[in-house]
Every structure is written in structure tokens, then in C-alpha cells.
């Protein structure tokens, strides 16, 4: 794959894009890329590769696909992005290849193939949820395995995609265990899974034995458990809610205590919906918490954490006032430690606070106003 830059990344856990858990399939992935860069396969008029990775929802398949896209292309945007439930619906079958000419939106092309076409077949095509698709999304994919490259119906064009990455990802055998199952039988389980049939109402079995046979990678992705759903939280709250704190109320919440994490992560725990509530519980017990605060702390200098009341409700913790020290036994390390990492992420977080303040006002680093000097007080 000459034509593709070198990233220099030797794991897609080495991007930027965050992953939680998930060692055994991120390591089945790294595999993958490593084989098909070996240019050992012979594969000549094939994808580049190809891969189904299976698991529940908000398991990190989608995020993957990113980092894929990332190690592989440099850049993690580079996705052709198709969900098979766009097939449900009139005329849905033509969604991801283009409707023949004559019918109603063939001057646009298919929604797939024209993206792959707008980025030069140097991309990750990612068809999600792809046992919802029709019979005719299936075989386009199967002539894309097959043969190397995807037709716009609409235009009668053959689009290349020798150079693409192919990744799908299913939902089916959810909930299963298939830690122990060999490559073999997994394949021969997806082939002989059905699923509701959308518009017959039976049941159907979307995955035929040959298109199975044909994907280079069939991949399972475990359901996530408290140490990761709890990494997640922590991730999403340090990157994004505690920066939209720090810009719209000039206050460094710096972070969750061992206990108000352990709370939240709970709450997502509870719910059927997985990872993907994550950010919802966050708006409920962060967001709503800090909106509907009684007296939000005055000394803006300071640096807070959130921490869980008595009554299990989250409040302000001021480590300048009540010390570092219950942070310290919370954590179970030295209070010099707490110390340090405290200081850290007080430091990021200011700065992170001051780059979204800058973006906002349109302020380069030379220049700056009273509104960004107002909240640079919070980086001392």
C-alpha cells in the first residue's frame, strides 16, 4: 500500500482516538493491519482489508474503525460512513450504491459509493449495523470483497477500492459468548444467526456463507465492564464538560472523587443501554449539578473536584480549603502524589479552557481581550 503515509503508529491504541478495554480485539485489529501492510497476502483486486467486528452497542467498534482510519491514513475522518438501517424504508434498497437511472435521487449517486469516490478510495468504509441491510447492500459488499471495487448504479461507475479498509460491524450474536469459540464455527454461527426481517416481519438470515467466507477478519468485541465504563466517564468529563465549566463559569472542577466516579458509573451500569448512556448521566448529575448549584464557590483560583454527599448528590469538594488529604485516602496513594496529579490537571485544564476561549472569540496567541484575561486568572 505505497501510496499511503506512514504514521509510525505501530497499534491503533496509540491514536487518538481513547479505547477502553478491549486488548484481545484491538490486538486481532493491530494483526490485521500488520498482515496486509506485509504484502504477503497476493491479494491483487481486493480490499486492503476487511473485517466484521461483532458486539454489542458502545462496545468501541465504531470508535475502531476511527483509529483505523487514523493509523492507516493518517487521518481519523477519512471514513465512508454507510448504517444499514438507511436500507428500512421505500426505495431504501438504493441507498448505499445509488437507485438505477430513472429513479428518483439517481442524479445524486449512492450515499456510500459517493463518498467513497470523494475520498479516492483512501479511506475506512464503514457499513454499521450491517445485518439490518438489504439483500442488495450485501451484494455490492460482496463484489467489493470479491472483485476490488463498489458500482454507482446511478452513473454506472466503477469505483476503486483496492486501497480501502472494509470494516462492518453487527450486533448479531449480542449478549452471546464467543470468548472460546474458533475462527470456524464463529463464522458458521453468524451465517446460520437470523434476524427480524424488516419487510416481511419473519426472521432471515443476512449473512450468507460466502460473504462470510470472504471477510478477511471476523473480530468479537466483549461487553465492557466498571473499570472501563469508569475510564470512559473520566475521559468524556477531563476533555469536554470540565472545559465547558472552566469557559462558561471561570470555575477548575478539575475531576470526579473515587466515590461520585464509582456513583456514576453505577448509574450507567443500571440501564440496558450501555456506554451510549454515559453521556446522558453525565448532563443528569454534572451538567444539571452545576446549573442548578445553590452557591457556586467564589475563589475562581481555586481547584475543585466533584464528590458525593450523604444524600448521593454531587457536590463541589475545594482541595485548597478541605485539603488534599481525604482526596488522598480516597485514591489510597501518598497526598504528595494527589498533590502532583491534582496540580497536572489543573494546569491542562486551564490551558484547555484558554484554547476553547481563544477559538471562541476568534483571538490568536498575540493578541486577547478582557474576556479571555478575566478567565486567565484560573491558570494561576
Given at each position: 500500500m505505497e501510496t499511503q503515509p506512514e504514521t509510525g503508529m505501530m497499534s491503533i491504541a496509540q491514536t487518538s482516538v481513547p479505547l477502553f478495554g478491549q486488548k484481545i480485539a484491538?490486538?486481532?485489529?493491530?494483526?490485521?493491519?500488520?498482515?496486509?501492510r506485509s504484502g504477503l497476502l497476493g491479494k491483487r483486486n481486493k480490499p486492503f482489508a476487511s473485517m466484521l467486528l461483532l458486539g454489542p452497542s458502545g462496545v468501541g467498534k465504531t470508535e475502531s474503525a476511527k483509529a483505523i482510519a487514523e493509523m492507516v491514513f493518517g487521518d481519523r475522518s477519512r471514513i465512508a460512513?454507510?448504517?444499514?438501517?438507511?436500507?428500512?424504508?421505500?426505495?431504501?434498497q438504493f441507498k448505499a450504491f445509488g437507485p438505477p437511472r430513472?429513479?428518483?435521487g439517481s442524479d445524486k449517486g449512492g450515499l456510500l459509493t459517493q463518498q467513497v469516490k470523494a475520498l479516492e478510495g483512501q479511506c475506512v468504509i464503514l457499513v454499521d449495523e450491517i445485518e439490518k441491510g438489504t439483500q442488495e447492500l450485501f451484494d455490492g459488499l460482496m463484489t467489493a470483497l470479491d472483485e476490488g471495487y463498489m458500482e454507482d448504479a446511478s452513473f454506472g461507475e466503477r469505483i476503486d477500492v483496492s486501497e480501502s479498509i472494509i470494516v462492518m460491524t453487527s450486533n448479531i450474536l449480542a449478549g452471546e459468548d464467543l470468548s472460546d469459540l474458533e475462527d470456524e464455527d464463529l463464522r458458521e454461527r453468524i451465517a446460520l444467526s437470523r434476524v427480524p426481517n424488516h419487510k416481511t416481519g419473519g426472521e432471515a438470515s443476512p449473512f450468507r456463507m460466502e460473504f462470510v467466507g470472504r471477510i478477511q477478519e471476523v473480530i468479537h468485541f466483549d461487553a465492557l465492564d466498571d473499570v472501563d465504563i469508569a475510564g470512559i466517564?473520566?475521559?468524556?468529563?477531563?476533555?469536554?464538560?470540565?472545559?465547558?465549566?472552566?469557559?462558561?463559569y471561570n470555575l477548575l472542577i478539575v475531576d470526579l472523587s473515587p466515590i461520585a466516579l464509582g456513583f456514576l458509573t453505577n448509574k450507567v451500569g443500571q440501564t440496558k443501554f450501555g456506554v451510549r448512556y454515559v453521556d446522558t448521566i453525565i448532563n443528569k448529575y454534572i451538567v444539571d449539578g452545576i446549573i442548578d448549584y445553590e452557591?457556586?464557590?467564589?475563589?475562581?483560583?481555586?481547584?475543585?473536584i466533584w464528590d458525593l454527599s450523604e444524600d448521593q448528590k454531587l457536590i463541589l469538594l475545594d482541595l485548597n480549603t478541605d485539603g488534599y488529604d481525604k482526596l488522598a485516602k480516597l485514591r489510597d496513594e501518598p497526598e504528595s502524589e494527589t498533590i502532583r496529579k491534582m496540580k497536572e490537571l489543573h494546569i491542562s485544564l486551564a490551558k484547555k479552557a484558554i484554547k476553547e476561549l481563544r477559538k471562541e472569540y476568534g483571538i490568536d496567541q498575540k493578541n486577547t481581550n478582557q474576556k479571555v484575561l478575566n478567565h486567565k486568572m484560573i491558570v494561576n
Open positions: 484491538i490486538q486481532k485489529i493491530d494483526k490485521a493491519i500488520k498482515r496486509a460512513r454507510f448504517n444499514a438501517n438507511e436500507c428500512a424504508g421505500e426505495g431504501g430513472g429513479y428518483l466517564i473520566a475521559h468524556k468529563y477531563r476533555n469536554d464538560t470540565a472545559v465547558k465549566i472552566a469557559v462558561q452557591e457556586l464557590p467564589t475563589e475562581k483560583s481555586h481547584t475543585y
